[in-house]
Nanobody
Framework: QVHVVESGGGLVQPGGSLRLSCAVS????????MGWYLQGPGPTRNLVAA???????DYAGSVKGRFIISRDNDKNTMDLEMKDLTPDDTGVYLC??????????WGQGTQVTVSS
């Protein structure tokens, strides 16, 4: 079975920081592009940050300079360090594993709420 499990979400004040983690099992993790997506009020899941099998990263413009994505292929985990959080960062953060050949897997998400 493939399992994708996010953790680390919570309630934080504007300007605060959080670190999200995604633990994956059941796939050859090192071969997958990993990404964090934000499900806000609307129906779409928007890419926040991604890191491919070579370690190359991609960030949404709104988080560039504030968030850092990383992966540990020995632990099959991916992290997202988030700083200077704003209310617009609020939503469910979903972990995605994508082999780029037609297979991808999603976690259930972890809630991040940025509120004063």
């Amino acid at each position: 079975q493939v399992h994708v499990v996010e953790s680390g979400g919570g309630l934080v004040q504007p300007g605060g920081s959080l670190r999200l983690s995604c633990a994956v099992s059941g796939i050859t993790f090192r071969l997958y592009t990993m990404g964090w997506y934000l499900q806000g009020p609307g129906p779409t899941r928007n890419l926040v940050a991604a890191i491919d099998s070579d370690g190359d990263t991609d960030y949404a413009g709104s988080v560039k300079g504030r968030f850092i994505i990383s992966r540990d292929n020995d632990k099959n985990t991916m992290d997202l360090e988030m700083k200077d959080l704003t209310p617009d960062d609020t939503g469910v953060y979903l972990c995605n594993a994508d082999d780029r050949t037609g297979r991808d897997f999603w976690g259930q998400g972890t809630q991040v709420t940025v509120s004063s």
